[in-house]
């Protein structure tokens, strides 16, 4: 996933209510842009942080200036959750997904479960149907180790469940995991930062949903999938 624009460089005075950020430019301006990301970006927000922002020229936007990656723990971190619905069907095109490489054709936010879109739809003939939802990763308090999620997460919960219900129903169905940084080897569910969703997601891998993680190579050009990492199982 290449950004289309460059980005430019500045220093994170403050991230508020949740999709805002005052930032001072290397140009020495100061000015306010989005986020997004609804999480709780912990250990992502500290003042002083170095940060990337895409500039739109949309002169309907009211703040042009969008935050997309920030430097923690010595590596770039990338936060913006939009995009790794983008860099999964990426990973996917290229093969590094082996389990989910066979697919004729791929769709996106197909309806599906209750009032939910699923992420990415692959088809292949005379197979089941593969349904993909992909989760944006970027924490890390381990060194090596990535988790998911950083905060309490109902609607990932919720995710859970429908994808046992497509399981149930004949087709196939998988968590894919987007690490946004390579500092990385393993990837593991924080179970005691949001135990309802752990136990979701054993209840959805004892009913034959599949999961992937998969860690990206950030840098201020692109943000592309590069390996899967190990899954560590024990919540």
């Given at each position: 996933m290449q950004f289309t624009s460059p980005l430019v460089i500045g220093r994170l005075e403050r991230r508020y209510k949740r999709f805002l950020v005052d930032v001072t430019l290397d140009d020495g301006s100061f000015i306010t842009g989005s986020v997004g990301n609804t999480g709780s970006m912990l250990g992502l927000t500290t003042p002083g942080s170095r940060i990337w922002m895409s500039v739109s020229d949309d002169p309907k936007r009211k703040y042009p200036h969008a935050l997309q990656i920030v430097e923690a723990d010595n590596t770039l971190v990338g936060v913006n959750t939009a995009l790794p619905n983008k860099i999964a069907e990426e990973a996917l095109i290229k093969g590094i997904i082996p389990e989910l490489s066979s697919f004729d054709s791929l769709k996106r936010e197909q309806k599906y479960g209750k009032n939910s879109r699923i992420d990415l739809l692959l088809h292949q003939e005379n197979q089941p149907d593969i349904y993909v939802e992909v989760k944006n990763v970027h924490f890390i308090r381990t060194p090596r180790l990535a988790e998911f999620p950083d905060t309490v997460t109902a609607r990932g919960t919720k995710h859970l469940f429908e994808l046992v219900d497509m399981v149930k129903a004949g087709h196939r169905a998988a968590m894919l995991f987007v690490i946004q940084r390579e500092d990385c080897d393993v990837f593991r569910i924080s179970g005691d930062l949001d135990p309802a969703y752990a136990q979701a997601f054993q209840?959805?891998?004892?009913?034959?949903?599949?999961?992937?993680?998969?860690?990206?190579?950030?840098?201020?050009?692109?943000?592309?999938?590069?390996?899967?990492?190990?899954?560590?199982?024990?919540?």
């Amino acid at each position: 996933m290449q950004f289309t624009s460059p980005l430019v460089i500045g220093r994170l005075e403050r991230r508020y209510k949740r999709f805002l950020v005052d930032v001072t430019l290397d140009d020495g301006s100061f000015i306010t842009g989005s986020v997004g990301n609804t999480g709780s970006m912990l250990g992502l927000t500290t003042p002083g942080s170095r940060i990337w922002m895409s500039v739109s020229d949309d002169p309907k936007r009211k703040y042009p200036h969008a935050l997309q990656i920030v430097e923690a723990d010595n590596t770039l971190v990338g936060v913006n959750t939009a995009l790794p619905n983008k860099i999964a069907e990426e990973a996917l095109i290229k093969g590094i997904i082996p389990e989910l490489s066979s697919f004729d054709s791929l769709k996106r936010e197909q309806k599906y479960g209750k009032n939910s879109r699923i992420d990415l739809l692959l088809h292949q003939e005379n197979q089941p149907d593969i349904y993909v939802e992909v989760k944006n990763v970027h924490f890390i308090r381990t060194p090596r180790l990535a988790e998911f999620p950083d905060t309490v997460t109902a609607r990932g919960t919720k995710h859970l469940f429908e994808l046992v219900d497509m399981v149930k129903a004949g087709h196939r169905a998988a968590m894919l995991f987007v690490i946004q940084r390579e500092d990385c080897d393993v990837f593991r569910i924080s179970g005691d930062l949001d135990p309802a969703y752990a136990q979701a997601f054993q209840l959805a891998r004892k009913n034959g949903v599949e999961a992937y993680a998969v860690r990206c190579h950030i840098s201020p050009q692109e943000i592309t999938a590069t390996a899967m990492v190990a899954i560590d199982e024990t919540i």
